[in-house]
């Protein structure tokens, strides 16, 4: 995969649901080496691994020393005249063995279990840890919906395997060939029927098995298809209601209930049968076995003990069989999820520190220049959204740049901030080009204002602490009262405790203008790019933000994307741009006469009552 090709876009996630039926594309992906990721990150546990490896081979063997200890009681403590101290000895060793099972199951269940969650918690940071660092455009091109569900269904497979199938493969290989050996022990004949006869019952039963997994992801899929029925018409219940669609949506709705139904009856159909078939094979082979050991009692040639022991162990070895069946498919599932993560790790940052980065001057000046910057979107190679573009911003200067949608306004900003790396040109901050710094310098220099106030499920406090972790309280209430936000953030609840929740849903839209302005205030860099809300406020709310505005503009280098006529006439520069380049440039006044782009733009995007009355008092 080639990022800078602007090909990032990771395979369409196929399944990464934890409960089967993975469909992997491509054959590599198939194979099981993809869980080389995991057993690194497992490796990391050595001490772990070994008590969870001992509790193993202890619930394995003591599993098999039961039929042991059932034959010994059979044929000695049931036989007439046997010694009661010999019977109390085997009932005290078999409760012996059932009390080390018990423990060393809840070790091996405890040390697997946390070996899956750890493992898992592993790769999860190391996940995230890494895609913190990829340029924005990479999740332009990858749904973050689709790299959610990598970081939560696809580690939850992992769980699984490191967890559940690991040990369930081991723990039954352990008895499978144990059990075996000691079915032969006990009675060789016998044994060589069995050997026939367990393909004869696991088969068909995996074969089901695999089957019902099908019908039940296919009935999980119906009930996912109510739910989302549901939120849809619950979510836009006043449209419903309102267009008196209550019956149409419950016909819809009772569409999906009905073929859950349907789907439903296919899989407990499929059980029913299921379930005959296996109860059939499973008591049908062991009356044949008890049948012919019963002959063999008849002629003295084995014991009613070796008869218990082997149907214990029988037992036991079939559902060992059982469970590796499915071990298999399991691991590869594991593989498919394990070869998505690894995608996602192996993504490489298109923008990244030069190895000698050239430091930036300290402290800075907050000139920002692009020199003749041509650039084209990865993702749109064929449209120049910057054109041969250049521009000197003075430190001090606020220029604002207006222009019709598509112009390449936000461009510069990505530019700036050094999202991309222009095809041609350069960006300079202070002199340095950006491509010579390190962009973490580079953005400690800019502070961004975006259109819609970005608000983080955490407190006010923290919220304005993004622009700086280290801003105390006084700083804080500084930086609102310059934002004119003091006010509303006194007043919520918890002061600046207060979590202000997803999406911040809690605040206004001028609240949020102003708590993103109050963010950037404490972040206090030397050059600012505002991108101003088209959002319409009220007057009073209007005047709130742009009084907070000038408090953030005053002394810095200021870019701003202007929405608002207040805005371009207190700038010192109007910038005009269209297709990519700069069309006209000058000042509100200047620009207004010359009747150009600009005077047409003012016109309808600010308030015209606004424009035609100072083009009126500017004329006259
Ligand atoms: N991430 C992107 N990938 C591909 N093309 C993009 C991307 N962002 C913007 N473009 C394209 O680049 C051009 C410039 O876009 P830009 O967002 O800079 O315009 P703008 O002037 O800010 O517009 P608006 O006022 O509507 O926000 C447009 O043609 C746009 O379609």
Do not use: C
């Amino acid at each position: 995969m080639d990022a800078n090709a602007g090909s990032a876009a990771l395979p369409v996630n196929q399944n990464a649901t934890p409960d089967g039926g993975t469909e992997t594309r491509t054959p590599q992906r198939r194979s099981l080496g993809a869980l080389r990721m995991v057993w690194r990150e497992l490796f990391k546990y050595p001490g772990r691994m070994a008590v969870a490896g001992l509790a193993l081979l202890t619930t394995a063997t003591s599993t098999l020393a039961i039929p042991y200890g059932f034959r010994q009681i059979v044929d000695q403590g049931f036989a007439e005249g046997a010694d009661p101290s010999a019977i109390r000895w085997w009932f005290v060793m078999l409760l012996g063995v059932v009390t080390v099972l018990s423990v060393a199951t809840a070790i091996r269940f405890y040390s697997v279990s946390w070996l899956g969650e750890r493992v898992v918690a592993d790769v999860r940071l190391r996940v995230q840890r890494h895609l913190l660092t990829l340029s924005p455009s990479f999740f332009e091109e990858n749904s973050p919906k689709e790299i959610a569900s990598r970081m939560t269904a696809d580690t939850a497979v992992i769980e699984t395997v490191v967890g559940t199938t690991v040990s369930v493969a081991l723990r039954n290989a352990i008895m499978a060939i144990g059990g075996v050996a000691y079915l032969f022990v006990l009675a060789p004949h016998l044994t060589l029927g069995l050997v026939v006869a367990i393909p004869v019952v696991i088969l068909p039963i995996a074969a089901f098995g695999r089957r019902l997994r099908v019908v039940a992801r296919q009935s999980q899929d119906r009930v996912a298809d109510i739910g989302a029925t549901t939120s849809e018409v619950f979510g836009a219940l006043r449209v419903v209601q309102a267009f008196n669609q209550e019956g149409r949506e419950l016909e819809r709705f009772s569409g999906a209930v009905e073929r859950t139904f349907e789907t439903g009856k296919r899989r407990i159909a499929l059980r029913a049968v299921m379930t005959a078939v296996i109860m059939f094979l499973i008591f049908g082979s062991i009356t044949v076995i008890m049948w012919r050991g019963a002959i063999g009692v008849a002629e003295g040639t084995i014991t009613g003990g070796t008869i218990a022991a082997f149907v214990v162990t029988a037992g036991i070895v079939a559902g060992a069989f059982g469970s590796l069946t499915e071990v298999y498919g399991d691991l590869v599932r594991g593989a498919g999820a394990a070869s998505r993560l690894a995608e996602l790790l192996s993504e490489h940052p298109t923008i990244s520190a030069p190895a000698r980065p050239l430091a930036l001057p300290s402290p800075g000046r907050g000139k920002l220049a692009f020199e003749r910057v041509t650039f084209r979107y990865p993702s749109r190679p064929e449209l120049a959204a910057l054109h041969d573009f250049s521009l000197s911003i003075e430190p001090g200067e606020t220029v604002a740049i207006v222009g019709p949608s598509g112009a390449g306004k936000s461009t510069l900003f990505q530019l700036a901030e050094r999202f991309y790396d222009p095809q041609s040109g350069v960006i300079k901050i202070d002199g340095v080009p950006l491509t010579s710094a390190d962009p973490s310098e580079i953005r400690r220099r800019i502070a961004l204002v975006p259109q819609e106030g970005v608000l983080f499920a955490a407190s006010a406090r923290d919220n304005l602490r993004y622009g700086n972790w280290q801003a105390d309280d006084e700083a804080i209430w500084h930086a609102a009262r310059a934002a004119n936000a003091e006010r509303f953030l006194r007043e919520l609840p918890q002061g600046l405790d207060t979590f202000l929740g997803e999406d911040g849903a809690r605040l206004s839209g001028g609240q949020r203008q102003r708590l993103a302005i109050a963010r950037a205030l404490l972040r206090d860099a030397p050059i600012l790019l505002l991108d101003e809300a088209t959002s319409a406020l009220d007057a009073e709310s209007e005047r709130l933000v742009q009084d907070a505005l000038e408090h953030l503009m005053a002394n810095r280098t200021t870019l701003v994307i202007a929405h608002r006529l207040a805005t371009v006439r207190k700038a010192d520069r109007i910038v005009v741009m269209d297709g990519g380049r700069i069309v006209e440039q000058g000042t509100h006044e200047s620009l207004s006469q010359a009747g150009g782009l600009y005077a047409r733009l003012a016109s309808l995007q600010f308030d015209s009552d606004a424009v035609a009355a100072f083009s009126r008092s500017t004329n006259g």
